[in-house]
């Protein structure tokens, strides 16, 4: 069965560190890359980083720009996000999610994990 798993959310203070862990289990498909998604209360769904199963090439939303980094464990079907130098905008639920393109359309997102609280404040 298709399976995403996030991991790695929690409490932390502003300036601080956090790395999430989206692992990918049950594919009977191939995928073409991993998308980190999140949404904060009474916000919409935004894309925040991809990056592609095989390419490795990434992408990043302009908000988390030199603040983040995205990088996948091939073997593992493992994706991670480090967040360093977090804000208290950077609150929200983070979900990950196989994409179809590499864009942070939600639009290119169909299979979803069950999201991880992070919460930035002091």
């Known amino acids: 069965q298709l399976q995403l798993v996030e991991s790695g959310g929690g409490l932390v203070q502003p300036g601080g560190s956090l790395r999430l862990s989206c692992a990918a289990s049950?594919?009977?498909?191939?995928?073409?890359?991993i998308g980190w998604f999140r949404q904060a209360p009474g916000k919409e769904r935004e894309g925040v980083s991809s990056i592609g199963r095989y390419s490795g090439r990434t992408n990043y939303a302009d908000s988390v720009k030199g603040r983040f980094t995205i990088s996948r464990d091939y073997a593992k079907n493992t994706v991670y996000l480090q967040m360093n130098s977090l804000k208290p905008d950077d609150t929200a639920v983070y979900y990950c999610a196989t994409v179809k393109t590499l864009s942070l359309d939600i639009q290119s997102a169909y299979y979803w994990g069950q999201g991880t609280q992070v919460t930035v404040s002091s």
């Open positions: 049950g594919f009977t498909s191939d995928y073409y890359g």
